[in-house]
């Protein structure tokens, strides 16, 4: 009886193993098939298909992150009487930033890199492999930051979330370090695509921020996740829900002069934006706080930002588009501005304040705990400033004010100048306009922005402290492959060592028995105290008393000193400097490490240039 019992129960076990490994193979099935066509397809055939299932995943998660929030934030704006509105715009804001420092801490370990800066480092970094968990965690994030009245942008959390889709394809599937990157910002312009339904603005984005200092030949597969992302955007997504603007003007060029003036406003609003931005993150710093009491004060701060102006809950769009189809009045009557007679004076007012305001509510959001990006508010900033100039133009007297089209100009002015991106900014406002007769003045505002910026700091400040620690990819592609390398993994550390005390009889027995020619020198707590190389000893190489001649007095003072935690581009700086071949390493606590040499650098940059130029 027992051994019949024993065998049905094996029996079960081989029934559940082999249910387990079918379920398995057929979860899996379409790797399988994928896995074929990849054997059977050249390179190219492959990428293209590759982009086209990146394209159509990115654009779906896009789809629904858009979606989820416009219908939260669409309930909690348009179904609730003003009174009550009032009660929402003090909780959701709060609770929006506390509960996605909740969900960071408890479901993502509290890693909360976020942002266009997090894909640059994957790619510079980590070869261009992103953790599977951003392609969801971003979603969850944003979503309950932004759909809660974060203000801040979808569209960076979106393309963030496309490069870890198309990262992990091609992880899957065991590409290269170029088709991976290449896929990494297929996902990327395709979450951009399908946000704006603008696929070109999307490529632009790729090539203008994630490909700096990345070479390419091919694009193809840019172009068809664009394009797929585009149209998932466009068949699922409802009209409200875009980024969309019908009304303009035809550009008319005796209107220049506005687009001069209001370039250089953009410019140096989108400069007064960065050194807010600055400022609150480093006044975040400041505090010390743990970051749910950081979240409790952004979230309390950011919530009576949006009760005294409701324009600045959410990403803002609807309000852009109040202000281009002239239905200013309905954005005051939500406001306590409702109190005051409309007049000029008080729209005035009333932009005003949301253009100061909001480069303040956006880093409140970021750096209090909440997750979102720079590209919605800058375009919410931009269109303000853009409607604000116009009614001063008008107010001063001003006639055939171009009112819409200055709006626009300045979306793409102000995103030119933040992200230092002109070309997506000008595509992306063409293409949500329908305005490619508004090329030129976009042009004009754009490159007049993003000059003015260049001329204030090179590099966007949101970027500059990852670039000045070698940690992302710029234009000098020299400088990019060297901060792939790290001193601490090209040190010698069996070099040779020689105490202070000791004499020439026993550094001669270490010539014999070793095969260096550079000694370090250390005192008895292991600092070094110098060097010294062959040529220092030959004139005593055969004295006759070898003992009485010291180390201390043949050893000489390094030209200068390479510390572990320097970057590449330091370590470089020194050789070039001293004319060294190799320098001595020491640690934070002056504690001699080893020898790096200027041959083993070059070596390793050799064979890092041959692996990225396949």
């Known amino acids: 009886m027992k051994k019949n019992n024993l065998r049905k129960y094996h029996s079960f076990l081989k029934f ?4 387990t490994r079918y379920s398995i193979r057929k979860a899996r099935s379409y790797e399988i098939i994928l896995h074929w066509l990849k054997n059977r397809m050249n390179r190219t055939q492959f990428l293209i298909l590759s982009g086209i299932l990146v394209g159509i995943t990115s654009g779906l998660a896009g789809v629904a992150l858009k979606y989820l929030v416009h219908h939260i934030h669409y309930f909690i704006t348009s179904k609730i009487h003003f009174e009550y509105q009032i009660l929402f715009y003090i909780v959701f804001p709060f609770m929006g930033i506390v509960l996605t420092t909740f969900i960071v801490i408890t479901f993502f370990k509290g890693q909360s890199r976020k942002g266009i800066g997090a894909i640059l480092y994957e790619i510079a970094q980590n070869s261009s492999i992103v953790s599977p968990v951003k392609m969801y965690s971003q979603v969850i994030q944003s979503a309950v930051t932004v759909g809660l009245g974060g203000s801040a942008g979808l569209e960076s959390p979106i393309a963030v979330t496309g490069a870890a889709i198309g990262s992990n394809f091609a992880q899957t599937y065991k590409l290269n370090y170029k088709e991976r990157t290449l896929l990494l910002a297929a996902g990327a312009t395709a979450g951009i695509a399908s946000a704006f339904n603008a696929p070109i603005a999307g490529i632009m984005f790729a090539f203008e921020i994630l490909l700096t200092g990345v ?3 091919d694009f193809i597969p840019l172009v068809v ?5 585009s149209l998932v955007s466009k068949v699922i997504l409802q009209e409200d829900a875009l980024f969309r603007f019908h009304a303009r ?4 060029y005796l209107n220049t002069l506005y687009y001069i ?6 410019a140096f609003y989108a400069r007064y934006f960065l050194l807010i931005t600055q400022k609150v993150e480093h006044w975040f710093q400041w505090m010390k706080l743990s970051k749910m009491h950081r979240a409790m004060v ?3 701060l950011l919530s009576i930002l949006c009760v005294l102006l409701p324009p600045l809950f959410g990403e803002g769009y609807d309000a852009i588009k109040a202000f281009n189809n002239g239905q200013t009045s309905a954005i005051l009557h939500n406001s306590f501005f409702r109190y005051f007679d409309v007049k000029e004076w008080t729209v005035i007012v009333f932009l005003g304040l949301i253009c100061v305001l909001k480069a303040f509510a956006t880093p409140i959001t970021l750096f209090g705990g909440g997750n979102g990006g720079n590209f919605a508010p800058s375009l919410f900033a931009g269109g303000t400033l853009g409607y604000l100039f116009a009614l001063l133009c008008k107010l001063v007297g001003f006639e055939g004010v171009p009112e819409t089209n200055l709006v626009l100009a300045g979306m793409a002015g102000v995103m030119s100048g933040v992200l230092y991106a002109p070309l997506t900014a000008i595509f992306l406002i063409a293409e949500s306009s329908f305005g490619y007769d508004l090329f030129i003045p976009l042009m004009i505002v754009s490159v007049i922005s993003y000059l003015v910026a260049k001329r204030f700091s090179p590099i966007s400040p949101d970027l500059r402290k990852l670039a000045d620690e070698g940690k992302i990819f710029t234009r000098a592609h020299d400088k990019n492959l060297l901060s792939l390398l790290h001193v ?14 000791a004499s020439l009889r026993i550094l001669l027995e270490l010539i014999k028995t070793g095969n260096k020619n550079i000694f370090a020198v250390v005192d008895e707590t292991g600092r070094l105290s110098g060097v010294l190389t062959l040529d220092d000893i030959r004139p005593v190489l055969f004295a006759p008393d070898p003992d009485a001649i010291k180390i201390t007095t043949l050893m000489k003072v390094p030209p200068t000193l390479i510390h572990i935690d320097d970057n590449m581009l330091q370590a470089v700086k020194a050789f070039d400097e001293t004319g060294a071949w190799q320098l001595p390493v020491i640690d934070k606590d002056e504690q001699f490490i080893g020898f790096i040499s200027k041959s083993n650098i070059l070596l390793s940059y050799r064979k890092l240039m041959q692996a990225y130029s396949e």
């Not at 003007?249 to 008319?252: H, L, R, T």
């Open 16 to 19: 559940k193993r082999d249910f």
């Open 488 to 501: 601490r993994d090209l040190i010698d550390s069996q070099a040779q060592r020689i105490a202070t005390d």
């Open 298 to 300: 952004g979230g309390a």
């Open 261 to 266: 003036v209001l370039g250089l406003l953009t």
């Open 249 to 252: 003007e035809p550009f008319n």
């Open 215 to 217: 070479v390419f030949t």
């Open 225 to 229: 996740a664009a394009v797929c992302g």
